[in-house]
Nanobody, 117 residues
Framework: QVHVVESGGGWVQPGGSLRLSCAAS????????IGWHRQAPGKQRELVAF???????GYENSEKGRFTVSRDNAQNTVYLQMSSLKPEDTAVYYC???????????WGQGTQVTVSS
């Protein structure tokens, strides 16, 4: 059974940084596209960033320049480096695994990110 686990969430002040990690096991990790999604209270889940099996990355407009997604296939891990965090970045962040960014096979359980003073 595939296992997807996010980590690295927590509380941070506005302007601060966090690095999220997504580790997956029991699959050929390098073949998959990994997406980071987030869901704020009362809002729909939205795509934040993704990285394809070939290393192509994509970001939603508000995250460009502030978030960086990267992968380490040897560690079966994808990272989301977040900087200049804003209160509106507060959400549960989920890792999604699939062959395409919009064709998701597996979800992690999510990690909470809270940005407040």
């Amino acid at each position: 059974q595939v296992h997807v686990v996010e980590s690295g969430g927590g509380w941070v002040q506005p302007g601060g940084s966090l690095r999220l990690s997504c580790a997956a096991s029991r699959l050929i990790f390098s073949l998959y596209t990994i997406g980071w999604h987030r869901q704020a209270p009362g809002k729909q889940r939205e795509l934040v960033a993704f990285i394809s099996s070939t290393g192509t990355t994509g970001y939603e407009n508000s995250e460009k320049g502030r978030f960086t997604v990267s992968r380490d296939n040897a560690q079966n891990t994808v990272y989301l480096q977040m900087s200049s965090l804003k209160p509106e970045d507060t959400a549960v962040y989920y890792c999604a695994v699939g062959y395409e960014v919009d064709n998701i096979d597996y979800w992690g359980q999510g990690t909470q990110v809270t940005v407040s003073s």
